[in-house]
């Protein structure tokens, strides 16, 4: 086969514009639109250009933020009564090249309807082999009745990774951080990059809202985080009766859920150097910055996942 056709046999095909679905509207830079124009004018250059970028393309990331790639998956573990953590296979010990705060998209097809949602790995961002995430699945939801029948060793399809968090090594002072539920997920990831950087010196408050000590996620984690000097977790149970069953092992709980004088007391004050991150249900959200406003916050100051 001369060279032409050797090029041409490994020439990707041209990219597909994504559905209006696959926007997750969560603002993110750049967006999958952004990134779908930007893959378009790499494709025309390999068109004219014989394929002079094939071979870079084909060392980059295990997934792609244009299309769905299948992964397989490896293991499946309960984190609570309706929470589950999916470990996926990377070949060739490739990695997901994430950045700190970026989320991947999965599809699913249900009665013929495709369904997208935006999850983010809790992984390290420097796996190789394997990436994780953690998955609540509701009685009603849609990508909840997908995967529900997933079994280990069948494929599911990713897309990624997005978003842009705007964090830089020491660049704040203080981080603060409000999550609610599974939304602990990016922020958790934040905070490991943070800690796992001995150069970074960034203080990090978390206050972590779940209604029962046992529908904590990431226990074991947060522990291992809470051990370093610069990362302190508050509890917030709103409907636990039995705080002592997470407070024994020395953690901080409050009883109830979080307030506007809990987020005065924990979150850093509103001066140069200090960023909040926000990620929970919508209703949660809103609460929080509006919390985070009454403090003195202005939009530069917090950021919502």
């Known amino acids: 086969m001369d060279n032409v056709a050797s090029v041409a046999c490994w020439m990707r095909p041209e990219p597909h514009k994504p559905e209006e679905s696959e926007c997750c509207g969560s603002g993110c830079v750049p967006c999958v639109f952004d990134v779908y124009e930007q893959e378009m004018s790499k494709w025309r250059e390999e068109v004219v250009g014989g394929g002079r970028h094939v071979l870079a393309s084909c060392t980059r990331s295990c997934l792609s933020p244009l299309e769905f790639r299948h992964c397989e998956l490896v293991k499946i573990k309960q984190e609570s009564h309706d929470t589950w953590r999916y470990a996926f296979r990377i070949p060739h010990d490739g990695s997901l090249n994430l950045k700190m705060g970026q989320h991947i998209v999965l599809r699913a097809v249900l009665n013929g309807d495709c369904i997208v949602k935006s999850y983010t790995p809790v992984s390290p961002l420097e796996a190789k082999g394997y990436f994780e995430v953690i998955i609540k699945l509701y009685e009603t939801g849609l990508m909840s009745r997908c995967i529900k029948t997933w079994q280990v060793g069948r494929t599911a399809e990713w ?147």
């Open 159 to 305: 897309k990624g990774p997005f978003g842009d968090f705007p964090y830089v090594p020491n660049k704040y002072k203080h981080v603060g951080m409000l999550a609610a539920g599974t939304g602990i997920t990016p922020l958790y990831q934040v905070a490991r990059g943070i800690v796992n950087n001995e150069e970074d010196e960034t203080f990090i408050r978390l206050i972590y809202a779940c209604r029962t000590a046992k529908e904590v996620l990431l226990k074991e984690e947060l522990d291992q985080l809470a051990e370093f000097w610069n990362f302190r977790v508050v509890y917030a149970l709103s409907q636990d009766p039995g705080v002592d069953q997470i407070s024994r092992y020395g953690d901080i709980v409050v009883h109830g859920r979080i307030t506007a004088a809990l987020v005065s007391t924990e979150m850093p004050p509103s001066v140069s150097g200090t960023i909040t991150l926000v990620c929970g249900t919508s209703s949660f959200n809103k609460d929080m910055i509006i919390f985070l406003r009454s403090m003195g916050y202005i939009d530069s100051m917090y950021f919502k996942f």
